[in-house]
């Protein structure tokens, strides 16, 4: 994109600047907030080769002093290590406690390896979540803690409902997390489930048996609610409803759902926008099943999920997207839910990509749908951009007194793309300025 895009009269605009790329930084940012709430300094924590990096602020982001490292990688074996990396981090706009959540992962150790791809049973299953708590913005950390759900059921070993170490897990990687008035946290995540879990999802939805075979893949959406205990030593969790999806020939595919965003709405209603997938791409290709954006609302609080459906825009054509990340924010000045995400003119079939153009667009409170005349491109694909290029996996927050958006962004590549990994991996800054 150009450094900034023209204004219009009641259009949203853009900016871009290089952003800080510290040396071994492995991909995009992992997390990055205000410190308390009284000052505003930045913290923000990237994953490196062997290990992740936290990183202070004292200029609203534009230049960073590291200040303390996680890790190091724990070699298990030749071929595997314990990683730490930082999941994401959530200060919390009431009481001012800055928590840390931390994923403790085995991951493949071999050079040029994707950690979770197709690494079912290794990298997604064996890995614990885990949290800290800071009264003076991120300087001091208190006790690392493990999450484990409330209730005399669970431990160690089975640390929340359906997740059992080294058979299931909960994936909490670049959420953002919400209190809401009433004091209840919201984390949503996903589950990588056991076996048995799966099997039962696939008998329910009378799945077809050729697609059986996506079991390996498959990944369940989910809402944690959390409740800080009296003394804020810590916080108390449950696990919401799953968030369902109809799989098999559908347009919401056969994977289930994962990096599921919320929109609450004034009247109570949660709105869910869910990332689905598929192996069998060529398969609903030559059926002409095109992937959709699928989402959910919940009326209870995330305790139950319904009305579960493709994701359009206000005239109720669809939205055309890739597999790819997504992400809500409110914004405190204009009171308006916006939902970031790859949004296509042209359908794809499960496709990872095309993860471009990158877009911004506002969602209607009462129909739960995205107005089309909001829609606005953050990022694309340039000229001198290689084909399988991605606009993705970015960290988005409000900024201070401006009102303006702050998204964060490292330029990605498909895995299948020539040279990958050895291209070029620059890292943006943008700023999202909204209508007054």
Known sequence: MSESQPARRGAITIT???DLKVDGQRDWVSAESYASLEQEDLIRAVSTQDGSLMLRSQDRGRSWTPVEGIGPNKPLDASRHLHTSVATLCLDPDNGMLVRFLTEAIESAREGDIPYADAVGMGPHFQRVYYEVSRDGGRNWGPRQL?????????????ARDVWYGQSSLILEGRRLHRLPDGTIVAPCYLWPTKE???RIFAEEARPQELWDD?????QSVCL???WREDLSGIDWQSGGPILLQGGYTPAGTCGSDEPTLAFLDDGKWLAV???????VQEFRDKNIPFLRQCSVSTDNGMSWHDARSLTFGDGSPVYSSSAYSEFIRSSKTGNWYWIGNVLD???????DPRYPLQIVELDPLTLKLKRDTLTVIEDKGPEDLERVRFSNFRIYEERGSGDFVLLMTKGYSELQEGYPNLPFPSYRYRIQLPD
């Open 215 to 219: 079991a390996v893949y498959y990944v």
């Open 147 to 159: 999450l484990i759900e409330q209730g005399a059921e669970y431990d160690e070993q089975h640390w």
């Open 225 to 227: 609610l959390g409740r």
């Open 346 to 352: 042209v359908p794809t079939f499960g496709d990872c």
């Open 16 to 18: 871009r600047e290089n």
């Open 274 to 280: 869910l990332r689905t997938s598929t192996s069998h």
């Open 197 to 199: 879990h799966i099997e």
